[in-house]
């Protein structure tokens, strides 16, 4: 016969509870907040890119118009490049209703302006060889230079783009 065996009091085998997923430990914070901190960075860096785009594109295209001058000293052509350039440049960086359909002294007095704190302007200035220059028969360009510096000028205080409006 078998003696009588003693009853332990013993609990159950009980395993340890499932490990969450929250709230995530430490490093799992750091690394989505230096994500979080990446995408905005990058964000913010093309925005600004992207807004300085046409002023940059404007004098770089600036530049290749005065070396092309520089090379054939031809003002009418030099006037009609110029003038074509400070156009796009105003259509791209401001509302169209407001600049694309004006011509003549309307077109020189809304490039004054957008101008500050110059004195040079295009309605009272050298701004006339835009308008009149290129289809005088006359040669004579004794403000070609200061055009040039307004021209400059002017491009350099280009805004970012706005909204097109219709």
Sequence with gaps: MQP?????????IHLPD???WWPLAAGYWIIFVCIIIAVMTYLIIRS?????????????EYQRIKKAYA????PKQLSAALSALLRRAAISSYP??????????????????????ST???????GYL????IYSSSQKADDIDDLLKLSLLWLKQLPPPTGKSA
Excluded: M, V
């Design 48 to 60: 600004y890119r992207k807004k300085h785009e046409i002023r940059r594109l404007a004098l770089a």
């Design 4 to 12: 009588p065996q003693q009853q332990l009091d013993l609990k159950d």
């Design 71 to 74: 090379e054939n000293h031809d």
């Design 120 to 126: 040079l302007n295009f309605s009272n200035g050298p």
């Design 130 to 133: 835009l308008t009149e220059f």
């Design 96 to 117: 169209e209703s407001e600049c694309a359909g004006l011509i003549g002294k309307p077109w020189l007095n809304w490039l004054d302006k957008q101008l500050s704190n």
């Design 18 to 20: 499932t490990l969450s």
